[in-house]
């Protein structure tokens, strides 16, 4: 069992960063692939990047390639998003989710994730 908790969103005018946190507990939490998802109003939750267990493996959303940045720090128990040069599309309470993988591989699918934090909500104002 893993739980998961989001933290770092909030207001931030275009042009800005953020760095999200997703704190996870549990022993076992290098052995989970890590993503971040996000949600905009109205629309579907929507992969942005994922982290292998052991961060040597990235992949991120098309759209997101050179903003995005993942990463992970497992003595930590925790995996980071930086988000740079935020648009007011990026606008969207981001989630993070894991699933238990042994290999090297990351899922992009929201039902291919077994555990979700809350979300944190990043508000990108013009």
């Known amino acids: 069992q893993v739980q998961l908790v989001e933290s770092g969103g909030g207001l931030v005018q275009a042009g800005g960063s953020l760095r999200l946190s997703c704190a996870a507990s549990g022993r076992t939490f290098s052995t989970y692939t890590v993503g971040w998802f996000r949600q905009a109003p109205g629309k579907e939750r929507e992969f942005v990047a994922g982290v292998s267990w052991s961060g040597d493996n990235t992949y991120y959303a098309d759209s997101e390639k050179g903003r995005f940045t993942i990463s992970r720090d497992n003595a930590k128990n925790t995996v980071y998003l930086q988000v740079n040069s935020l648009k007011p599309e990026d606008t969207a309470v981001y989630y993070c989710?894991?699933?238990?993988?042994?290999?090297?591989?990351?899922?992009?699918?929201?039902?291919?994730?077994?555990?979700w934090g809350q979300g944190t909500q990043v508000t990108v104002s013009s």
């Open positions: 989710a894991a699933h238990l993988s042994p290999v090297q591989i990351i899922r992009v699918g929201v039902n291919e994730y077994d555990y």
